[in-house]
């Protein structure tokens, strides 16, 4: 196609320039996929800080199943947590996460408002 030179040029940069992150986003998307790993950051977002025990109650999920969902998403970035003696608090850490919470519909709550 004439023309198409440039243009795939220019693709073709874009791409390598993506590369080195790919696996990262891949991850996250993986993580995302997950209908009880997203319950567990709407939850999250709604209540930050809340323990494994809220967490695991407010989605329905068993407590190890929570934990091992919650690790995953820790693993690539998209939730923190926060020693608060023997409890571990979880946060959203990735503000992108944060907004596709937002597109996604997630709301406020009096724990998280409005921003």
Known sequence: MAGSGPLEAVAR???AAARPVMPRALARF????DPRRL?????I???PGAPVKSLAAA???APNTTTQALAVLRACGLVDRVRDGRLSR???ADDTAHE???QLGAGHSPLHPEH
């Open 13 to 15: 940069e874009a791409v």
């Open 30 to 33: 993986a993580a995302l996929s």
């Open 39 to 43: 319950e567990l950051l709407v939850a």
């Open 45 to 47: 977002h709604a209540a």
């Open 59 to 61: 989605t329905g999920l």
């Open 90 to 92: 979880w946060h959203l």
């Open 100 to 102: 596709l919470l937002h």
